[in-house]
Every structure is written in structure tokens, then in C-alpha cells.
């Protein structure tokens, strides 16, 4: 296990100062064939640029914000054991390292021996391409990183640390546990207020229209998403595992216990699995509201886990467990 | 929170609701101002009616030991832990008296009695 982190340490490592490299080093080393100022950006109908950065900064402003991606990116890998297990962080470095360098190599290309910024024409074929490699990226990521998983974690999540509860005979147990997230339901409020601020000063007539119908949509958006995954329930019963989300208890899932493979209990961070919320990641898919003990199961027939942040998840896994084991298989 | 139920259990539905609860509350599942979940949850996941789940948690209500919020359901009332396992013994001892013939008023008379 050791040296697989060693390794992944150093990979993470060399692709994020090759790519740190790449997008300072490219305007420089090509600067005598630029303009004293770069297009960096282009509207949506394509021909003329609207944004600019003086050379420095269009070398300087990608590295940084690759830079800061890595760190945030690479943390728990860098910090954590080999437990952790971070894997996906390839999913996330290897396409955004490719649209940056793709990105700042297209807008070089694209200032390339032109006098001044205004004249810089953006290629839409490179923002395809970019695009396309960068999915391509992430999908071989992806594969990389389910196929080792696969590979490691068939042995070690099967019996070995899946406990199982004693259920005395002829009785009924239920476990509930819940988990609220209270500055998601801080960021539900702030965002629903914007929204309806948005939508008093359109009908108000208070300013133009057109930008604040996009504040109104963003923020009830934005509102109505932190509210849904403000908080989670979830449930073992002989219905086997119920998660819901927010205040209605919907949206939700089930898995009858016979659907259901194994079922562990397991310390997860935000960093891990790439924020809060609904997170779909390298570890599978997790309802993650804090950082702390969450209740991981593996449906049947799934190479990826299930993952949802709440107290008490070791009992919670073992009752599953349990449940999962006492009923004929089918 | 795990809630017991014993399915052998002759006692009727909403009793033996409102007896895991308290045994619950008693074994520090839930802390004082813990959310319990739903009464609707509770019916589903323990496959018994939602009207005789509200009749059970209505029951330790008056016990003092739920209090009914509008907006934040159902809670653990403050100091519900010593309360219940209280209510759990005081059960207890009224169900050996009857087994020993005695019926509650004499219980109570012989509560009265004492020093």
C-alpha cells in the first residue's frame, strides 16, 4: 500500500509543476511574437475578444489558479495515510490540468504575432478540441481509478470489517440517525432572500430586466439545492436502507437489504470527495454534510459504494449487516 | 437512534411504541432536544400504523418526556432521561404486583403507607 502512495504522491506532484511549467512558461518563452497585452477572453458568438491581461499576469493568473486547484485537490493525499485512498483526485487534476494548458495554449496561438489584442481571434475548433480531450481525460481517469479500486478493495471490503449486530430472537430494531448541515440551511436563506430580492425589483421595474431574471434563476436554484441537501435521514429497518434529503424527506433512495452487498461504516472529508452535497467522486457517489463518520454501502452488482455522512454509522452498518444476513438470499 | 420492538409482545401496539421510545430515551439513544425522527418515518420503518405511532409518542408527551414543536416535530424534553427510566421501573413494579394480585389501588395504598 505504501509505496502505491509514494508513487501517486510523486505522480500528483510532477503533473502539477509540468502543468505550473507549461502554462507560465508558454507566453514567455514566445514573447517577443506577442502584444503588450493578451485577448484572454471571447464572448459566446466567438469573433472579438472582450477580456485582456497584460503578459504578466496571462502567464501568471492560470498558474495560480491551477496551483490553488492542486493544492485544495492534492491535500488529503499529501496529508493522509494510505487509508484515505484520495485515487480521485486523477479524475479531477488529469482534465483540469488539460483544459488549462489547452486553454492558455490556445489563447497564445490565438495572440500569436497579431499587434495589438482587439485583432486576436479565438479558433472555435480549439475550444472543441480542448473540451473533447478534456472529457477524454477524465473518462480514462475515471476507468483508471474504478479499476483499481476494483482491484484493491474486493478483498478488503468483503467480510473482514463488516461487523454484524446481534439481533435477539423475535425482535424488531430499527436505527435512525440524521445529520443536519446548518450553513447549507444558512446558504438556503441567504440565496432564497437574493431570490426573491431579484424578483421584487424586477416586478418593481427597479433595473433591466435581463440580468436579474439570471440573479433570480441562479439564486432559487442555488437555494433550492442547499435546502434539499441541508440535511439527511437515514433509516435500517426490514426495508432495508432509506435515505432521504432535506426538510420533505425527497428526494430519496432504498435498497431492500437483499440489494445490498456490504455495508461498513468509514471516516470521510469534504476534501476527499470534493465538497458538500450530493458528490459524485472516485470513492462513488456520497451525500456528504460534514466531515466524520459515514455510512458506506456497496449495492449488488455495483463496482462503486454509496456513501452518506451520519452518526452512528458503525450500528447503522451492522444492523444492515445483520439484516442482510438473516433473510434467505435470493 | 435503534428502537426495539419484541414482536412476541401481547401488550397493545401503541404501549409497546411508546415503551421502546422510552426505553431509548432511558438508554441515552436520544439526548434531551434530539429531533426523533417522523411519525410517519417511525410507521414505515417499523411497519405499524402512522395513527398508532402519533397515539404512542402523544402518550410520552403527556409523560413529559416529548415535547411537540411546530416546525421542529417531535423532541427529547429536558431531563426526559431520569423521567423515563422512572416511568420504566414504576412499569416494571406495577406489572409484579399484578402478578401478584395486587391491583393498582393497592399498590397505591401500600405507596401511601410507607414512612
Known sequence: MKDTTVARRTTAAVWTLGVTAVLTGLPLVVRDRLPDRLATHWGLDGDVPNGSMPLWAASLVPALIWLVTSAVVTAPLMRAGPTAGPSWSTVTLLPTGIVLAGAQAAVVRANLDRADWHEARQPASWVVAILTAAVLAGAVGWLLVTRRRGASGGGTTSAGDAAALDIPEGRRLVWFSRTVNPWLQLLAAVTGLAAVAALVARVGGLAESGSLWALFAGCAAASLLSVLFSSVQARVSERGLEVSFGPFGWPGRRWAPGDIDTARAEYRRPAEVGGWGYRISGLGTTVMLRAGECLVVRPRGRRTDFAVSVDDAERGAALLNSLRGGRPRR | ?115
Open chain 2, 1 to 115: 437512534m435503534l428502537l426495539s420492538l419484541d414482536k412476541t409482545d401481547t401488550r397493545p401496539l401503541h404501549e409497546q411504541v411508546a415503551g421502546a421510545v422510552r426505553r431509548a430515551i432511558a438508554e441515552g439513544e436520544c439526548a434531551p432536544g434530539d429531533r426523533l425522527p417522523s411519525a410517519r418515518d417511525l410507521s414505515e420503518a417499523l411497519d405499524i400504523n402512522v395513527n398508532t405511532v402519533l397515539r404512542a409518542l402523544r402518550e410520552l408527551r403527556d409523560e413529559g418526556l416529548l415535547e411537540f414543536r411546530r416546525g421542529r416535530g417531535v423532541t427529547v424534553a429536558e431531563g426526559a432521561r431520569p423521567h423515563s427510566e422512572l416511568q420504566i421501573r414504576v412499569q416494571g413494579l406495577v406489572a409484579e404486583a399484578a402478578r401478584l394480585g395486587y391491583s393498582r389501588t393497592d399498590l397505591i395504598d401500600i405507596i401511601r403507607g410507607l414512612p
